[in-house]
T-cell receptor
Framework: DTEVTQTPKHLVMGMTNKKSLKCEQH?????MYWYKQKAKKPPELMFV???????INESVPSRFSPECPNSSLLNLHLHALQPEDSALYLC?????????????FGSGTRLTVV | AQSVTQPDIHITVSEGASLELRCNYS??????LFWYVQSPGQGLQLLLK??????LVQGIKGFEAEFKRSQSSFNLRKPSVHWSDAAEYFC?????????????FGKGTKLSVIP
């Protein structure tokens, strides 16, 4: 398995809802990432998990809450989002030796906040 | 901190023509460099990467890139473009920071292909 799987592919939520995005990989990668990508912009780093520990939080608002329950799974819990949070949310993973394969990205979750 | 510049926001080429997408980086040491492609509404697919060694790197889908340290460039090339190559292309540089490896992306170049 050489993929990063993200679910759901599309999500529409109200500003008072609570929802979660899921990311899964079975490549044995121990570093996993959440990126946010607005239309016509490059991906922006949100969070980095290394060996199931949060190592980087790029000053992301607390309405986004990441979780890494095990080495294969990464969640992003969403609560009280704003319309400007609508974006494509990308998950990525990489091996310890990044030179082996680089980063592998999932196909993303398209989030719309109404 | 590293940075990546993609000077061309949008490029249009005819199918069958050659292609070169430009990428310049700013980084103190030898960088890890990547090119990714993104079709509309999709994730990013790795085309090729450079870490060390041979400065001409071959990738998937007939793409190649050449690392030129003297010019701080890592330009992406393809000898003959296909209509299916129309997409957004991102150059990225990687470095270790804050305890974990990070990618920094350029702003991207949108490629349009005329049949």
């Amino acid at each position: 398995d050489t993929e990063v799987t993200q679910t759901p592919k599309h999500l529409v939520m109200g500003m008072t809802n609570k929802k979660s995005l899921k990311c899964e990989q079975h490549m044995g990668h121990r570093a996993m990432y959440w990126y946010k990508q607005k239309a016509k912009k490059p991906p922006e780093l949100m969070f980095v998990y290394s060996y199931e520990k949060l190592s980087i939080n790029e000053s992301v608002p607390s309405r986004f809450s990441p979780e890494c329950p095990n080495s294969s799974l990464l969640n992003l819990h969403l609560h009280a989002l704003q319309p400007e949070d609508s974006a494509l949310y990308l998950c990525a993973s990489r091996p310890d030796r990044v030179s082996l394969y680089g980063y592998t990205f999932g196909s993303g979750t398209r989030l719309t906040v109404v | 901190a590293q940075s990546v510049t993609q000077p061309d926001i949008h490029i249009t080429v005819s199918e069958g023509a050659s292609l070169e997408l430009r990428c310049n980086y700013s980084y103190g040491a030898t960088p890890y460099l990547f090119w990714y492609v993104q079709s509309p509404g999709q994730g990013l697919q790795l085309l090729l990467k450079y870490f060390s060694g041979d400065t001409l790197v071959q990738g998937i889908k007939g793409f190649e890139a050449e690392f030129k340290r003297s010019q701080s460039s890592f330009n992406l090339r393809k000898p003959s473009v296909h209509w299916s190559d129309a997409a957004e292309y991102f150059c990225a540089v990687g470095e270790m920071g804050a305890g974990s490896y990070q990618l920094t992306f350029g702003k991207g170049t949108k490629l349009s292909v005329i049949p």
